[in-house]
């Protein structure tokens, strides 16, 4: 079946450094995707997303970038604080209901 | 997100029992959305709602059932616990149109089976 992965369960980035979060998905039919943040103990909280009619979208310090060549997406965040720290999620609109299809999620982990 | 809250926070409960999740949300959206979240997983959808009259099950509904109050209101039923509906739930809400995909989540409730 089709589906939203992740490459990577755990990146440790040093303070400072840029860290790249990857995603791949399958469904070729996806045209809204979504990254989300979930701190310890809170809910997934919406980062940035971006359509499939666009390949590159900025916010403060994160970017998205969708590759739909090769059903790619990633988030770059600029600078990683210890803020940073937390397990971050991708997820694909799946047609227009609405749906969400979520990734297993990355734990970012920022070392001083 | 303080407009979506979730009660109870954490709750123990011993097989068998009844169990009700309630979920509120202020931010005025029609869908509302129950999700389970185990560890090393995503986040996987028990029920949503498009409305108050459209409940639909989501990929993982047996043992669950769901109840919309209101908009503002969605809870979400364990009619008899069992021990692997140990996890974390949470409620989301979202608005309808295109450009509203988004899905906004509650702080999630903490269930535990013995």
């Known amino acids: 079946g089709e589906s939203v992965g992740l490459h990577l369960p755990t990146l440790s980035v040093q303070e400072g450094d840029n860290s790249i979060i990857n995603c791949a998905y399958s469904?070729?039919?996806?045209?809204?995707f979504i990254w989300y943040k979930q701190e310890s103990g809170k809910g997934p909280q919406f980062i940035i997303d971006?359509?499939?009619?666009?390949d590159k979208r900025q916010g403060q310090r994160v970017t998205v970038l969708l590759n739909k060549t090769v059903k790619h997406l990633s988030l770059q965040i600029a600078a990683t604080q210890p803020g940073d720290s937390a397990v971050y999620f991708c997820?694909?609109?799946?047609?227009?209901?609405?749906?969400?299809?979520f990734g297993a999620g990355t734990q970012v982990v920022v070392t001083p | 997100d303080a407009d979506v809250t979730q009660t109870p926070r954490n709750r123990i409960t011993k097989t068998g029992k009844r169990i009700m999740l309630e979920c509120s949300q202020t931010?005025?959206?029609?869908?509302m959305y129950w999700y389970r979240q185990d560890p090393g997983l995503g986040l996987r959808l028990i029920y949503y709602?498009?409305?108050?009259?459209d409940i639909n099950k989501g990929e993982i509904s047996d043992g669950y059932s769901v109840s919309r109050q209101a908009q503002a209101k969605f809870s979400l039923s364990l009619e008899s616990a069992i021990p692997n509906q140990t996890a974390l739930y949470f409620c989301?809400?979202?608005?309808w149109g295109p450009g509203t995909d988004t899905q906004y989540f509650g702080p999630g409730t903490r269930l535990t089976v013995l």
């Open positions: 971006i359509r499939s009619n666009m």
């Open positions: 997820a694909e609109n799946i047609g227009r209901w609405g749906k969400l299809q």
């Open positions: 709602s498009f409305d108050v009259k």
């Open positions: 989301a809400t979202s608005d």
């Open positions: 469904n070729s039919a996806s045209d809204y």
């Open positions: 931010k005025g959206h029609d869908r």
